[in-house]
């Protein structure tokens, strides 16, 4: 006799998770009940889903919010929600409801929110320090990428030596006309090399 689970038998448990091992043997009963199992577990998880999907939009919400907020008040909020984080995972380990289990991953977001717009508020407000300034901080630089950091800017690169200079002086592009026959061909631009 077959221990029933959740409306489902023990059986089709072990069939959904053994894979395809036991291939044409599988009667088309045991075959039902485990289209079952994987159907009622399917349903378990969307509805998990979509309760983190409401959760993690409520604090979505709240971050232009964030922004209006001074620096102290940004600052106790943050120490609200440490201590709040620090609950949750004690009664993880106590074993608590599984409805503060998921809400560590709520807390955690609003932790990362909070910290995310004090830094942005502190790095707006040192762009407004060294705007006219000639040196910028190397955070408050462009990144770009090592190589580029490093190439000449474009007034150096335009430079040029005294003798360039003198050369292109003495020897300017030369203009001049080709007659073929009758016709003139236009005017073409040659540099003349030594």
């Known amino acids: 006799m077959r221990e029933v689970v959740l409306g489902l038998s023990i059986a089709s448990f ?3 998770y053994r894979g395809r091992g036991r291939g044409g043997a599988v009667s088309s009963f045991m075959r039902k009940e485990s289209d079952a199992c994987r159907a009622f577990s399917e349903r378990k998880t969307t509805e998990e889903e979509e ?4 959760s993690l939009e409520a604090t979505l919400k709240w971050v232009h919010e964030l ?7 940004l600052l106790a909020q943050l120490k609200e929600l440490k201590a709040e984080l620090a609950l949750l995972r004690v009664a993880k380990v106590t074993g608590g409801a599984p ?5 560590i991953k709520v ?5 990362a929110q909070v910290l995310t717009v004090i830094s942005q508020k502190q790095k707006a407000a ?10 910028l901080p190397l955070d ?3 990144k770009k990428t090592r190589a580029i950091r490093r190439r000449l800017t474009k007034h150096q690169a335009s430079l040029k030596t005294e003798r360039e200079k003198k050369r292109e002086m003495y020897f300017p592009m030369r203009k001049y006309a080709i007659k073929v026959g009758k016709v003139a061909v236009t005017i073409a631009a040659m540099q003349t090399t030594r």
């Not at 807390?107 to 932790?111: F, G, K, Q, Y």
Request: proline letters at 3%; glycine letters at 0%.
């Open 99 to 103: 409805n503060k289990l998921s809400k």
């Open 14 to 16: 072990f069939f959904y």
């Open 107 to 111: 807390v955690r977001l609003s932790i």
């Open 51 to 54: 309760e983190k999907q409401q």
């Open 67 to 73: 922004r209006e907020k001074s620096k102290t008040e």
């Open 126 to 135: 040192l762009r407004e320090a060294y705007k006219n300034k000639k040196f």
């Open 140 to 142: 408050l630089r462009p």
